[in-house]
Nanobody, 118 residues
Framework: QVQLVESGGGLVQAGGSLRLSCAPS????????MGWFRRAPGKERAFLAT????????YYADSVKGRFTISRDNAKNTVYLQMNSLKPEDTAVYYC???????????WGQGTQVTVSS
């Protein structure tokens, strides 16, 4: 069994920053890529960013490009999402996900709430 454990959410004022973390726990899992998503109130879950574990190559949704940065620490098996210049519309539950060489998201975190006040 693999669980993804997220942390770092919270309440921040507009213009502020937060850093989310996510790491797998449980049995050992091979990581091809990890990603971040979010679900805002009343909206569908939306892709934010992904990072290929071996190369560090990353890809972003246009909505967060230039404000959010995905990174990983191979030694700690942890993926991060640095979020800067936060806006009230960034308020959502943020999820990390892991692709274990299946070309789909095999595991999901439980979600962490991010609330940006105006």
């Amino acid at each position: 069994q693999v669980q993804l454990v997220e942390s770092g959410g919270g309440l921040v004022q507009a213009g502020g920053s937060l850093r989310l973390s996510c790491a797998p726990s449980g049995r050992t899992v091979s990581i091809y890529r990890m990603g971040w998503f979010r679900r805002a109130p009343g909206k569908e879950r939306a892709f934010l960013a992904t990072i290929t574990w071996s190369t560090g190559n990353s890809y972003y949704a246009d909505s967060v490009k230039g404000r959010f940065t995905i990174s990983r620490d191979n030694a700690k098996n942890t993926v991060y999402l640095q979020m800067n210049s936060l806006k009230p519309e960034d308020t959502a539950v943020y999820y990390c996900a892991l692709d274990s060489y299946s070309n789909k998201w095999d595991y999901w975190g439980q979600g962490t709430q991010v609330t940006v006040s105006s």
